[in-house]
């Protein structure tokens, strides 16, 4: 079974809830939408203060190349505009919109008939993505159309799926696939044209035989569309991983996909993409899973951008008395919330509530030398040392040791036996040579 080669972890899965069909969350009575969901510039905001605003209409800008329109995911009045903590802890600019009822731009078609044909040029859907807000709805929310705008000198001949949705816990790429499977074909067809590329591989691991076969099935009817089963081995998602384990083409050290002439979308980005260019539908709405052990009814939601996660929550039964802490996005690479005020985003593919008992960390000791981190780590670095020279500030020897190519996947820091804060330190001190690399660019 496809695999990449190095490194890797086995997590338990946990994937509570596989089996739960998407709903749709009730409509929350007010949403602070932040106006940077994405890589890259923050949108500008065009709506003041009273302004009346439908469903999918836009509220800010793209500013520059990368970046990303945001469009309002309710009807009603903006309340006002202003700073809202987002999950990483800080603050950013957001529109506050008290919400009226649900009207949505006259332009969205709301048919729910499936539509097939493909009527844009491979400009207008570059375009249409653009307009539309699309980002990777994988957790990078990398701009689309900048994936699929191909730099000069590059070349593309495959569009690669990911299907993989390694991460525990997590199930709304699962539910997406069985539910909305034509929708995504459709919607990787799109892609392929926008790429003028004749041929897509879809990613999917082998933890999930009813999508594999679902999408078996109905790639019948597509042309240059592939299903593979992947073995279930943690990161298998992140990009690198995925383009090596399904073609064997290795992305060079510092370099992207296109460098091997692959491009990778994500299911779930497949989707919005069929929506915005056959319905004309912007992105202000996703699937979230919301669970956890002890959660009362864990499930998988359609929610609107700028939702607060306490309306999460509460769809889910409320807050379980034994939480201790609330994380978004999967238990690897997630980030710990300090409030349930916080908006979901484009970016938010799941929130889980952990029980105190799984909450804490162990007490961290002195590395015993084990290299398990060296033998986790699927992009052959080594874990113990980055840390180290983070820990001491050697941060040029970090960069000679290849400290920004960490893609902070957690493995290390869930293999370690000692409890070490690998991925802390590796975090701080990739940040830091990244400053460093871009001011020696400025000097």
Sequence with gaps: MKTFPTGGVHPPENKLTAGSEIRHLPLPSNVAIPVSQHIGTPASIIVNKDD?????????VSKGFVSSNIHSSVSGKVNKIDAVLDTTGYKQT????????????????RNDEIVTEIKLSPEEIVKKCLESGIVGLGGATFPSHVKLTIPSGKRCDLLIINGVECEPYLTSDHRLMLERGEEILIGVTILMKALRVDKAMIGIESNKPDAIDHLT????????ITVYALKVKYPQGAEKQLIKALTKREVPSGRLPIDVNTVVHNVGTAFAVYEAVQKNKPLFERVVTITGKSVLNPGNYFVRIGTPVK????????????????VSGGPMMGKALSSTEVPVVKGTSGIILFPSNESKR????PCIRCAKCVQACALN???????????????ERAEKERITDCMECGSCSFICPAGRPLLD???LGKATVIKMARERVLK
């Design 52 to 60: 009346r605003v439908k469903t999918g209409q836009v509220i800010a």
């Design 94 to 109: 957001a529109v506050f919109i008290n919400v009226e009822g649900d009207e949505w731009s006259e332009t969205i078609d």
């Design 217 to 224: 099935k109905l790639v019948k009817a597509f042309q240059g």
């Design 311 to 326: 309306d999460l929550i509460e769809a889910a039964g409320g807050l379980p008395d034994d939480t201790g802490k609330i």
């Design 362 to 365: 162990i007490n961290s000791m």
């Design 381 to 395: 670095l080594e874990p113990y040392l980055l840390m180290t020279l983070s820990e001491i500030g050697l941060f």
């Design 425 to 427: 330190y590796i975090r």
